[in-house]
């Protein structure tokens, strides 16, 4: 599991370790809760480490879920957006190729140009921006080198667990609970993804699927990021202002795909794990959210 401090990965980790030996990978000190797993420290942006650390354990089946996701940050820094999202995948998915282990690799809506989603698997993608060529790039890369390989795409994911960073969901709670007001795109449409959702998806593709190729594995609702802000609001019963803003009126480094999302009928008929509804979602994280000790 590489990306195992990671929101996606998190939840894997805790789903995976009960049953299988499990090899978690991330960069620095392990912030997961006690478990059975093992902690390998790594940089997928060094060419090796990652490589040589799934090939001492003898990986059988690879989920790769680390990543530089910060859009912003791989257009400040578009050469380590290249090392991290294409160099990293291609270190993990040579260690597959290495190992006969299988591979999915999680992936992202921003390989597409928004310009008329929501996207189905077999759409082309036009990346914009140094994080979707970056992601896209290490779709190919995983597609190309790891021979039994799936890329799982998800979108905008988000999780309450313990610990887990902060998000767009999780902002909603907390400046809504504070009482101050939450700015929200009205123009951008996206699939939410709840991390434990796309943990139980991208789990079974791995180990309880043979499927090759690419599969969308968000939630299942496209919504725009205020009916999103408005949904989570309801569902933790938060009054407060929610403020329509258009992408173009805000100064941000990378564009963002406007009309996103994504399709998940394949996901749907292919998983046990099925893609959530947002409704379901949120009442998943909103459990979650009561769950974390208090503050
Ligand atoms: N988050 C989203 O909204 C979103 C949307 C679409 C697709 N995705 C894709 O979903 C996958 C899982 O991401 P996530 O949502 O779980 O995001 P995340 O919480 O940011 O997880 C990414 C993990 O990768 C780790 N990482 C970053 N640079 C690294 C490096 N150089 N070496 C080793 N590890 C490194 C991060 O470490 P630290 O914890 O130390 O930062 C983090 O734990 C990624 O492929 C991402 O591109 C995410």
Redo the contacts with the bound molecule.
Sequence with gaps: M?????????EAVALLAPAHEVLA????AC?LPPGRHRWAE?????GRS?ERALREFRAEAVL???????VDACERDPEQAW???AG?TEQVARACRALGARLV??????VFDGEAGPYREEDVPNPRGA?ARS?RVGEEAALLLAPDCAVA??????SGRPG??S?FATQIVERLSRGEPVRAFCDQLVSP?L?AN?AAMTCELLLGTSYRGVLHTSGATVVDRVEFARRVAARFGLAGEIVPVRVADVQLASPRPLRSGLVVDRARALLRAQPLELAAQLDRFHAEWQARPAR
């Design positions: 590489t990306g195992a401090n990671g929101l996606l990965g998190g990978v991330g960069r620095g912030r790594a940089d997928l942006g060094d990652v790769h879920a680390g990543a530089m996701t910060d090392r991290v999202n990293g690799a999680v992936s992202t809506d921003y994080y992601k795409r998800v979108a905008v994911v988000y887990a960073k998000t993804t991390a796309a």
